[in-house]
């Protein structure tokens, strides 16, 4: 299948300010490091995805909280909480990540590619009614109501970024036609995803494992985590939050995933997808704070999903 490399532009306009770990560097790794691959550089369909609307952001955010945040942001910035910073442009950014996603979505449903979205600021942290942990608004929960809406029955989200999704946890748990599976660090930030947190219909699989483990063991415990919840359930689309954070190295985890892994797990999530869907998978971008393994990552990745 055609693989789709989606950004916007407007995504390097979320200024975190001096030292913030999650800044526009991280993204600018991603074509850099494609460069390298020129087979794979040409191979891809390079799309600058939309602005999500007001409507798409309510799928799973409160109307108010959309609005405060495009209204710090018109006021040219603020803080929501200890590390999560709207500057000037943030609000068409995180717009933009999540159109970017939704246009992942719309290629999966209509056959056209599977996506690597490359897009910040992250999402899996954020919730209902407010920000947390460097996100805004729930990329990645917004497009499984999405999918919903266009169709798709079940959804599966595979979450390895190496903190919890509680954000997507929050956003999805109460719809039983979405199914996560987040692997994570613990004890670690932000200190949920217990494995016994299952959610109010047992749709959520949490695995939650100790840092400085062999990397064969985590690749093991989230193929188990994913086959288990899938036994029952044939998801129609596949979306993966994507965080490289979970590498070996990372200043914020201490998982010890090399670039080999993430291309076996993509590569047996894009199998498994292929049985279940006819191959349909979104990969959003989520953490990753070193931004030459984030590039590699995500190159990576999109090797794998050719
Ligand atoms: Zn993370």
Known sequence: MNVAYISHSDCGRHDTGWRHPEHVGRLRAIPRALREDVELYHALEQVEGRYASEADLALAHDAGYVDEVREIAQRGGGRLDADTVVSDGSWDAARAAVGCVLDGVDFAIDGKARSFCAVR?????ALRDSAMGFCLFGNVAIAAHYARRRGVERVLIVDWDVHHGNGTQALVESDPTIRFVSMHQSPWYPGTGAAADRGPHKSVWNVPLPG???PALYVAA???????ATTDFTPGLVLISAGFDSLHGDPLGEFTLEIDHIAQLTAWMVSRANEW?????VAALEGGYDPERVGAGAVAMMRAMR
Request: glycine share 16%; with cysteine.
């Open 277 to 281: 869907c006819g191959g349909r998978m």
């Open 222 to 228: 989230l193929q188990s985590a994913v086959t288990e």
């Open 212 to 214: 400085n483990l062999a």
């Open 121 to 125: 600021p992250p999402g899996h942290h």
